[in-house]
């Protein structure tokens, strides 16, 4: 049987941020050096840790997989109550940064060697933006 694995982490979902890139001066000489911001490495940690929690001991999935995310955004305090009961409904989406795929990479990264072996098996991809009450990131995998 081919159950759906599913890791649901609270609180509020952070995408992939771009890599940034800093100058090093060493005594050879300058040079660039790209790095991945701190606030993705910490995200992408609390990612490995559901992810392992919700393998429950098993092996990396082997073949291919197909992969949901559902980024759960709080709610604007802006909006009237009926645009927030919309939000609820999902009538009213988020159209703002980050954008969407970059909560898929932040995901697919995360679960190497955890969930799969390497994230090249996602054969199927699905994401979504979504407000809630309740931020949080979903992540579904289905072995195929």
């Keep these: ?3 759906t694995i599913r890791i649901v ?4 979902p952070v995408a992939k941020a771009r890599a940034r890139v800093r100058v090093v001066n060493s005594a050879k000489g300058s040079f660039a050096s790209a790095y991945t911001p701190s606030s993705t490495r910490k995200y992408e940690d609390v990612l490995r840790l ?7 001991g098993r092996t990396p999935l082997a073949g291919p997989v197909k992969v ?3 980024a759960l955004l709080g709610i604007p305090k802006s909006l009237s109550k009926a ?3 919309d939000a609820i409904e999902g009538i009213i989406r988020p159209v703002t940064k980050p ?3 970059n909560y898929a990479k932040s995901a697919l990264d995360a679960l190497n060697t955890i969930v799969w072996n390497d994230d090249s098996q996602v054969v ?3 994401i979504s ?3 809630d009450e309740k931020p949080r990131l979903i992540i579904e995998v289905t072995p195929l």
Excluded: P
């Design 129 to 131: 933006k979504f407000y």
């Design 68 to 70: 949901r995310v559902v």
């Design 50 to 56: 559901a992810a392992g929690s919700s393998m429950a």
């Design 124 to 126: 199927d991809l699905t």
């Design 99 to 101: 954008d969407v795929d």
């Design 1 to 3: 049987m081919n159950a």
């Design 9 to 12: 982490i609270d609180g509020i």
């Design 83 to 85: 645009k927030r009961a």
